[in-house]
């Protein structure tokens, strides 16, 4: 099975016709999908122009794509280097205990569903780079907050219908599920309430 960069090595390819490149650009999000894989291949293509069911895009949109998703990645693998010499450190520190960093980290390790989407359609329309920026200095910070990290936004929804990738509050503005850790106790408990009242109003 081809691992990220020789996925990419193909998407680079001139040699290749669209419609190959464009597979491999898809098989890249099997490795790295921020969002999840469907919600970022709609943000990559809307991004750079691209149809989501377009067969045969302009190879160059397919470039512009790649570019962001490696920009992304080699964030996030710096970041996951950075993660495992600290916990080396804490460990021989005898910090054995880990925090709420090291569980999402946990949950996010390998680089997929980082920052999971409510909905394909829904999700943040900074670079990728920037979004992960955001969210790894929200989770370093260890400040809660009553924002999302990513938007700014102040308004969530408790989901955990088991209808969404990852349960928790998802921000109303952008549409990413926001780590927990990050928020205020009372946002949290916003949150909640604000989906039995969808509920209830549903019913």
């Known amino acids: 099975m ?3 960069r020789a996925l990419a090595e193909q998407v680079r390819n001139p ?3 669209a419609t190959q490149r464009r597979t491999a650009l898809r098989k890249c999000l099997e490795r790295f999908a921020p969002y999840g ?3 970022t291949w709609h ?3 809307t991004r750079a122009g691209i149809g989501t069911q377009d067969r045969n895009p302009d190879p160059g949109r397919l470039m512009a794509a790649l570019a962001e998703l490696e920009e992304a990645r080699n964030l996030w693998l710096a970041y996951e280097e950075d993660f495992a010499a600290r916990r080396r450190r804490e460990k021989h520190e005898g910090i054995r205990q880990p925090g709420a960093l090291h569980e999402w980290h946990l949950r996010t390790w390998g680089g997929c569903d980082i920052v999971p989407c409510e909905s394909p359609h829904r999700h943040p329309t900074a670079r990728l780079a920037e979004v992960l920026r955001r969210v790894i200095a929200a989770m370093e910070s260890g400040r809660q907050r009553e924002d999302c990290p990513v938007c700014g936004g102040r308004r969530f929804v408790w989901h955990s219908d088991g209808a969404h990738p990852v349960n928790g509050p998802v921000c109303q503005e952008c549409g990413v599920v926001t780590p927990s850790a990050v928020l205020t106790t009372a946002t949290l408990s916003a949150a909640r309430r604000a989906n039995a009242d969808r ?3 549903a019913a």
């Open 199 to 201: 509920a209830f109003a």
């Open 37 to 39: 894989h469907r919600a």
């Open 15 to 17: 040699g290749l016709v």
């Open 2 to 4: 081809a691992g990220f």
């Open 43 to 45: 943000h990559l293509c």
